[in-house]
């Protein structure tokens, strides 16, 4: 009798121990008691009534990503081409989560599906290969409208790949192709177009320089001949001024030593004979001077005849 009083004691306080739960954090667990709904608990240590509570489902409040595989859509010009699309939802209420619809993650499979389609369809090929922005807001803005009534918000809606039928690939790639050689093409031609403009201004910088260096040669050339010049007529200048002052100085002796008449008449037969230094065609001596060279001849043929004599 001990024995089984003990074991009911143990029995108990196992089924006590075993209806104290807690919920962890981002947690909740909705509670059924006698089958029909009862509450949702959030964080923190609860009691449940044994034999009549049970939980009915834990619910995670953590932000989930669905990847799902990709989907054939058809474009408005009659494109079939693959999608697949990332979603981020997060249970806002566990109740409705648990209640709202069978199965969750497949009604937003399908629903994404369907709505990817839908909008894919009023859209043509090209404007769905630049569109992922606008595609991304519509989904995003459908599927929440139609997930409010099952406790979920989605968060976000990404196109990770679009997957367009391999001829039309190929024909991106050519026109991808074309349009880089294109690009190519008008580099090429502007950068040859620099290099001449850049090689026309060296050639125009140079020939100016070029004049310049002419230019300054030029006036120095005339600045250096202009003081030649200068230095030449300076220089015969100076002669003259020699000249005229030796021709002074001579006259100023003369008229000191008191020369004779006869002297006076020499120096300017020398005179005369200077000037008519092979440059005169016509020389008009005065008659005084002539018959002085007269008596200078006569001198000279007498002094000639005596030495002809002596030498004999």
């Known amino acids: 009798m001990e024995f089984v009083v003990l074991a009911f004691?143990?029995?108990?306080?196992?089924?006590?121990?075993?209806?104290?739960?807690?919920?962890?954090?981002?947690?909740?667990?909705?509670?059924?008691?006698?089958?029909?709904y009862q509450c949702t608990w959030d964080v923190g240590i609860h009691f449940k009534i044994p034999f009549i509570d049970r939980i009915a489902r834990r619910v995670s409040l953590k932000e989930q990503v669905l990847d799902f595989p990709p989907q054939p859509v058809i474009t408005k010009d009659n494109v079939t081409m693959r999608i697949d699309t990332l979603i981020?939802?997060?249970?806002?209420?566990?109740?409705?989560?648990?209640?709202?619809?069978?199965?969750?993650?497949m009604a937003i499979e399908n629903l994404t599906a369907t709505t990817l389609r839908n909008i894919i369809g009023e859209m043509e090929l090209d404007e769905t290969l630049t569109s992922r922005e606008i595609i991304n807001t519509k989904m995003r803005s459908?599927?929440?409208?139609?997930?409010?009534?099952?406790?979920?918000?989605?968060?976000?809606?990404?196109?990770?790949?679009?997957?367009?039928?391999?001829?039309?690939?190929?024909?991106?790639?050519?026109?991808?192709k074309a349009e880089r050689e294109k690009r190519e093409a008008i580099?090429?031609?502007?950068?040859?177009?620099?290099?001449?403009?850049?090689?026309?201004?060296?050639?125009k910088e140079s020939a100016i320089l070029e004049a310049e260096a002419e230019k300054q040669a030029a006036i120095l050339r005339a600045e250096a001949k202009k003081e030649a010049t200068i230095r030449e007529a300076e220089g015969q200048a100076q002669a003259i001024l020699a000249v005229q002052k030796a021709n002074a100085d001579?006259?100023?002796?003369?008229n000191e030593a008191n020369a004779s008449q006869k002297v006076i008449e020499?120096?300017?037969?020398?005179?005369?004979?200077?000037?008519?230094?092979?440059?005169?065609?016509?020389?008009?001596?005065?008659?005084?001077i002539q018959s002085m060279a007269g008596m200078v001849s006569s001198i000279s043929e007498v002094v000639k005849s005596s030495g002809t004599a002596a030498e004999k």
């Open 142 to 176: 459908s599927l929440d409208s139609a997930t409010d009534p099952w406790g979920i918000k989605v968060n976000r809606v990404e196109l990770k790949n679009i997957i367009p039928p391999a001829a039309i690939q190929e024909a991106m790639e050519k026109q991808m």
């Open 88 to 105: 981020f939802f997060q249970i806002t209420d566990p109740k409705l989560y648990s209640y709202g619809v069978e199965n969750p993650i």
């Open 250 to 254: 001579g006259i100023q002796m003369l």
């Open 9 to 36: 004691i143990i029995v108990v306080a196992l089924v006590a121990v075993s209806c104290i739960k807690v919920v962890p954090q981002a947690k909740s667990y909705v509670i059924e008691r006698l089958g029909g």
């Open 187 to 203: 580099l090429i031609a502007q950068g040859e177009k620099q290099s001449a403009i850049t090689v026309a201004e060296g050639h």
């Open 266 to 288: 020499l120096k300017s037969l020398e005179a005369f004979a200077k000037a008519a230094d092979g440059k005169a065609t016509k020389i008009i001596i005065p008659s005084d």
